[in-house]
Nanobody
Framework: QVQLAESGGGLVQAGDSLRLSCEAS????????AAWFRQAPGQERERIAA????????YYRDSVKGRFTISRDIAKNTVYLQMNSLKPEDTAVYYC????????????????WGQGTQVTVSS
């Protein structure tokens, strides 16, 4: 079982940047799909970025393309989400998620989840 722990959330102003981190423990599979989801109040949890642990395939939701970047540091077992040009509509709880195998597309396909970290963007 892979355990995920997010950090780096906070309160920022519109236009600011923030970097989220997700440390994975117990990760021994090289083919691992690591993703970032977010959930705003009253809305569905949506996948916003994903990457395969060994590199290659990367996914971004249209609403974050060009502003967010997902990356990973294999030596540190950590996945990052660099968020630039933040907007009030980016306000949400951000979750790190993962699964062994090829990149998934649906929330229910991810079995490993972190506890979430709050990101609040003020206007």
């Amino acid at each position: 079982q892979v355990q995920l722990a997010e950090s780096g959330g906070g309160l920022v102003q519109a236009g600011d940047s923030l970097r989220l981190s997700c440390e994975a423990s117990g990760l021994s599979f090289r083919t691992y799909d690591a993703a970032w989801f977010r959930q705003a109040p009253g809305q569905e949890r949506e996948r916003i970025a994903a990457t395969i642990w060994t590199g290659g395939n990367v996914y971004y939701r249209d609403s974050v393309k060009g502003r967010f970047t997902i990356s990973r540091d294999i030596a540190k077992n950590t996945v990052y989400l660099q968020m630039n040009s933040l907007k009030p509509e980016d306000t949400a709880v951000y979750y790190c998620a993962g699964r062994v195998g090829a990149m998934a597309t649906r929330r229910y396909e991810y079995g490993d989840w972190g506890q979430g970290t709050q990101v609040t963007v003020s206007s």
